[in-house]
Structures are given as C-alpha cells and as structure tokens.
C-alpha cells in the first residue's frame, strides 16, 4: 500500500477517474457506501454540484443534514475511495448513520485503504468542529468492525433494526 494517500473535495476534472469508480462499485453488484456514490453521475458537473451544496446546506431534503464529501486518491490520482461527513446528527443518524460513511473499491479492498481513509476522514470531521464522532456499521461486517477499532472506536449500546439487523455504533474521540 502507498504512503501517499489523500483526500480531495470532488472535482470535475476527476471525471473519468470517479466513473471507473462509480462503474466498478456498480458491476460488483455490492451495496454502495457510503450512500452519495448510489447517486447517478451521468451529469457530471450536476453531481459535483450537487455534493458541494449539500456541503454549503443548499436544497437539502427535509430532514437532512449538510455533509461533506471527499475522495481517497492515491499518488497515481486513482480513486480508492469516497467518504461521507455528516455535520450534525439527527436522532435517526445517531441510531443508524452516524458522522462518518466510508467506503474502499471493491478491487482495493483488504489492503489496509479503510484504515487510513477513516483516519484521514477523523481529521476532517475535527476541523469541521465535530470533537466526539460517531461511526456504526452492520455487526457482519467484520472489515468495518476492524477499521473503526483501529481508529481507537469506542463501543456504545447496538441499534437493532425493524428487520434485525444489529447496527454496531463505536465513538472515537
């Protein structure tokens, strides 16, 4: 794994690296995490748009909270990556979605590219004020589990889902 990782703001000059992204994430067949990447990015510029206005609080659902996005680049501009950082939590986020959704590429994965995105992403959402911050993840998902230990999570009582689902929620300080 490269040393030189980084976050960036979207960017439309991005393009054809984030649709390789998108494209793959798509092709696996996988849920998209975090959840901006379900978003259609056929208009480019619309998308990257739409991601900085939710990050300014422009046209936000009702409901919602402004959030700010960033890509996992490596020294080569690949995009390993996509993080979402919510600035506040509603009483639902703080249940089931917390501050901070991650996600790697599916061909990246197991190669430690989560461990430092959540990192660099902890950074982030310190300078954006947030001082106690909320990370969860589905209890079978052991990698995540891994990840938010790593980054020195600590364990708060589960949310169990309508379906059963046990969403595990961690605090990292």
């Given at each position: 794994?490269?040393?030189?990782?980084?976050?960036?703001?979207?960017?439309?000059?991005?393009?054809?690296?984030?649709?390789?992204?998108?494209?793959?994430?798509?092709?696996?067949?996988?849920?998209?995490?975090?959840?901006?990447?379900?978003?259609?990015?056929?208009?480019?510029?619309?998308?990257?748009?739409?991601?900085?206005?939710?990050?300014?609080?422009?046209?936000?659902?009702?409901?919602?909270?402004?959030?700010?996005?960033?890509?996992?680049?490596?020294?080569?501009?690949?995009?390993?990556?996509?993080?979402?950082?919510?600035?506040h939590l509603t009483d639902l986020l703080l249940k089931r979605g917390g501050h901070i959704g991650y996600g790697i590429r599916p061909s990246d994965r197991r190669k430690g590219y989560a461990t430092k995105l959540l990192a660099l992403s902890i950074d982030k959402?310190?300078?954006?004020?947030?001082?106690?911050?909320?990370?969860?993840?589905?209890?079978?998902?052991?990698?995540?589990?891994?990840?938010?230990?790593?980054?020195?999570?600590?364990?708060?009582?589960?949310?169990?889902?309508?379906?059963?689902?046990?969403?595990?929620?961690?605090?990292?300080?």
């Amino acid at each position: 794994m490269s040393n030189q990782l980084y976050l960036t703001k979207p960017t439309v000059d991005l393009k054809m690296e984030y649709l390789s992204f998108y494209n793959e994430w798509v092709a696996s067949g996988e849920n998209m995490i975090p959840w901006v990447i379900e978003k259609d990015p056929s208009n480019f510029k619309g998308f990257v748009k739409y991601l900085i206005d939710n990050e300014n609080g422009v046209n936000l659902p009702k409901g919602w909270v402004s959030d700010s996005t960033y890509w996992l680049l490596n020294e080569e501009r690949r995009l390993i990556g996509a993080v979402n950082i919510r600035h506040h939590l509603t009483d639902l986020l703080l249940k089931r979605g917390g501050h901070i959704g991650y996600g790697i590429r599916p061909s990246d994965r197991r190669k430690g590219y989560a461990t430092k995105l959540l990192a660099l992403s902890i950074d982030k959402a310190k300078e954006l004020g947030i001082r106690k911050i909320l990370v969860v993840c589905d209890k079978d998902n052991i990698g995540s589990l891994k990840t938010i230990i790593k980054n020195n999570g600590f364990p708060d009582t589960d949310f169990i889902e309508g379906d059963g689902n046990i969403i595990k929620r961690f605090w990292i300080e």
